[in-house]
């Protein structure tokens, strides 16, 4: 059984920077892709950024980009989310999720709160 635990949110003043962690346990594949997520109430879940384990390519959402950073130590099962220039509407709950490459099998971390405001 694959567990993800995310760490890293809290309040920040608009401007500031926060780093996500998403640890990962368990058997996890060695052919995965990671993705953050995040997800406001009334508002739709949103892909923020994604990066694969094998080739490092990433992608990062345009509402992001040039702020966010995502990123992967594989040794560790980790997944970082540099969040630099946070605004207020970066607000929400962020979750990782890994996805086995080639499969629609998938896991979910239990999210963590990011809130931006002075």
């Known amino acids: 059984q694959v567990q993800l635990v995310e760490s890293g949110g809290g309040l920040v003043q608009p401007g500031g920077s926060l780093r996500l962690s998403c640890s990962g346990s368990?058997?996890?594949?060695?052919?995965?892709?990671a993705a953050w997520y995040r997800q406001a109430p009334g508002r739709q879940r949103e892909l923020v950024a994604a990066?694969?384990?094998?080739?490092?390519?990433?992608h990062v959402a345009d509402s992001v980009k040039g702020r966010f950073t995502i990123s992967r130590d594989n040794a560790k099962n980790t997944v970082y989310l540099q969040m630099n220039s946070l605004k207020p509407e970066d607000t929400s709950n962020y979750y990782c999720?890994?996805?086995?490459?080639?499969?629609?099998?998938?896991?979910w971390g239990q999210g963590t709160q990011v809130t931006v405001s002075s």
């Open positions: 999720k890994i996805r086995v490459w080639g499969t629609t099998t998938e896991y």
């Open positions: 368990g058997s996890i594949p060695t052919d995965t892709v």
């Open positions: 990066i694969a384990s094998s080739s490092g390519d990433t």
